[in-house]
């Protein structure tokens, strides 16, 4: 081993390239990243074949339900986890439990015990993305940490549109339990490659752990994505259940504020929102997470069902707005890199999604591939600009020691963002749809969209021509009021990145004097790491 030293010198000494044991991490890292991205996609093109051989077909939504609601309620925990005894533990025990999980759900006997296996799989799915992101918060100082960018602008791209072709061939040719099986070798490799090059200072926390705020943020998340998930579509939103729910939610979030005051060691430390830019990029997060899983939702569905492309190729659907999203990333990454400066992507980058959403929402049944693959392309540069500077601009607001809770809180929001981007965008076009389905198709229209109104390539092909063609006027005016509603939303971000501070970057050189404030937190030295 050699001496210890910190990350700082160690890029000083190399200037241009990190230490080879960095990179091995970083590439163990992306891969744990891509594990966490590409699961979803994987399974859920899996799952018309699960369901016809398992059976189960009323509880299909669980599977998916029961894996987001313990990745959202576990996230903020890990975060906590690591900044309190020890960030290479946390995470390590984070991929096992995935892996455990994923192993489990391949060997399910029946849709219960996949259900059950999933939430096991999404306890420890809370950990990968938080540990990913403040592992790379503890081993690159913010202003060389734009440089990595791209790298994990590229996996997020890749895991977006590979997914459902990956998942596609592997439930075809291997089958169904295949699509968890495919998790274990390359998480053994992150393992093997986290245990044997990282090495980062033990800690262990005097104080216990916050069990009472981990339990009442537990509820409070999982009431939301419950209301968010089950509401239009399982219960209507007026109806006792949601109310109960709502209820449950913000009662248990209430307290959840409230002890976090009290506790001796707070899971969520109330005082990281004092630095006003770590409020304003947990508020972009949540905006951008708004938006992006909705765009991702709604546009295969319109070329699909207006445009007539292939449901195979779904993920190849959004390449230009992943393609555009990846070089902007990269760019925007190299920038902050050499300049120091952030505060203008958060600025464009607001306000290209706004125009790009706007874009999206004029297209109707005689719009071309071509045109909705260029306003796809300018949602694609805004989101570019905001996905990864959110999180290098709130890990550089808050102090080392709050390195997780900043990552995981930071996770948090931009997941909750898109759970409800998907449940309020997605009620918007299904009413949508149903009123226009019945204005041009009478009866027949209702009766087509009384139990979906978001039909499969199948179903489309088996309606009647006059159905077909108003069901492609409804998509339309679906997708119109979905993505003007994010064009709405994209402006809070927009009105919160003006308002951004731009604090100096940590390795960004020579730093002013702290002035007092909470933004000063950034000036903090990264940890002492062990190079291999």
Excluded at 338 to 358: D, E, S
Excluded at 462 to 480: C, D, F, I, K
Aim: charged share 10%; glycine share 12%.
């Amino acid at each position: 081993m050699a001496d210890t030293q910190t990350v700082d010198k160690q890029v000083e000494e190399e200037p241009g390239e990190q230490p080879k044991s960095v990179r091995v991490v970083l590439l163990a890292l992306m891969i744990t990243m891509m594990l966490a991205m590409l699961d979803n996609m994987i399974v859920g093109t899996a799952m018309p074949t699960i369901v016809g051989e398992l059976g189960g077909l009323e509880h299909l939504s669980w599977v998916v339900t029961a894996y987001t609601l313990a990745t959202a309620a576990s996230t903020p925990l890990w975060g906590k986890l690591g900044d309190m005894y020890g960030r290479k533990g946390s995470f390590m025990t984070s991929i096992v439990i995935f892996l455990v999980g994923s192993a489990l759900s391949g060997m399910a006997q029946n849709m219960g015990q996949l259900i059950g296996f999933r939430a096991v799989q999404g306890l420890g799915a809370g950990g990968l993305m938080v540990g990913v992101m403040a592992i790379i918060g503890d081993l690159i100082p913010p202003r060389e940490r734009g440089k990595y960018q791209g790298m994990m602008a590229g996996v997020m791209a890749l895991a977006m549109i590979g997914g459902p072709l990956v998942g596609g061939t592997i439930t075809d040719h291997w089958g169904w339990r295949w699509a968890f099986y495919i998790n274990l070798p390359l998480g053994v490799v992150a393992l093997l490659a986290i245990s044997a090059v990282l090495h980062l200072p033990k800690k262990r926390a005097q104080a216990r752990i916050d069990y009472l705020g981990a339990a009442l943020l537990t509820i409070g998340i999982t009431a939301i994505v419950l209301v968010t998930t089950w509401g239009g579509s399982e219960y209507a939103w007026s109806s006792a259940r949601i109310m109960e729910l709502i209820g449950i939610g913000v009662a248990a979030l209430v307290g959840f504020v409230f002890w976090q005051t009290r506790a001796a060691e707070p899971v969520v430390p109330l005082h990281i929102f004092r630095s006003r830019n770590f409020t304003l990029m947990s508020i972009i997060g949540f905006i951008t997470g708004f938006v992006m899983f909705g765009a991702t939702l709604f546009l295969p569905l319109y070329q699909q069902s207006v445009q007539g492309a292939s449901a195979t190729n779904s993920g190849l659907l959004l390449l230009p707005m992943l393609g555009a999203m990846l070089v902007t990333s990269m760019v925007a990454g190299r920038v902050t890199t050499n300049t120091g400066k952030y505060k203008v992507f958060p600025v464009i980058g607001g306000t290209l999604m706004i125009v790009g959403l706007y874009l999206l929402s004029l297209m109707d049944t005689d719009t071309s591939r071509l045109t909705s693959g260029v306003y796809m392309a300018v949602v694609g540069l805004g989101m570019g600009c905001l996905m990864q500077i959110t999180m290098l601009v709130a890990q550089n607001s808050v102090e080392m020691k709050d390195m997780g809770v900043a990552s995981s809180s930071t996770t948090l929001f931009r997941t909750l963002g898109s759970s409800f981007g998907v449940a309020i965008m997605g009620a918007l076009f299904n009413n949508r749809v149903q009123d226009v389905m019945a204005e041009r198709a009478g009866a027949l229209g209702s009766k087509v969209t009384e139990r979906s109104a978001q039909l499969d390539a199948a179903s489309l092909k088996l309606l009647p021509v006059p159905a077909r063609e108003a069901y492609q006027h409804a998509v339309s005016a679906g997708t119109h009021s979905a993505f003007l509603l994010g064009a709405i939303v994209a402006v809070g971000a927009l009105a919160a990145a003006v308002f951004v501070k731009e604090v100096p970057l940590k390795g960004a050189g020579p730093q002013k004097a702290d002035d007092g404030s909470a933004d000063g937190a950034a000036s903090a030295q990264p940890p002492v790491v062990e190079a291999v």
